[in-house]
Each structure stands twice: as structure tokens, then as C-alpha cells.
């Protein structure tokens, strides 16, 4: 799509995010998944056992 201005291109290309495959939320780095550390809640994830992907901002998508 051109914008009107020096012909630049604003249209990009979105895929699926390679790091946590669309999800938008990868295993806790923390816990690995559990929730858990040493009986405790996960203080990174809140016991979730997933975080929000850093790759995609949690949106599953990425741009081109």
C-alpha cells in the first residue's frame, strides 16, 4: 500500500511468531512450566507456568 509520500510501502507482511508458534505465551523460563519453585509460586509467571512471548509482544504475530 503506498501512503501517498515518496512511495514508501506501509504494508507489511505478518507471520506467525517461530518462538512461541502463534500462542502469544511461552513455558516459563523460571519453573519450566511448573508454576512452582520449591513449593512456592513462580514469582516470574504468578504459578501461570507461561510468560508472555518477548518476540511478539504476546500477540502471536511478528511483522516481515
Known sequence: VDNGKD???MEK???ICRHCGGDGKMTC???GGDGRI???TCYYCQG???VECRACD???WVED
Open 7 to 9: 512511495g514508501i510501502d
Open 13 to 15: 507482511e505478518m507471520h
Open 29 to 31: 523460563p523460571r519453573c
Open 38 to 40: 520449591q513449593k512456592e
Open 48 to 50: 501461570e507456568g507461561k
Open 58 to 60: 504476546g500477540t502471536g
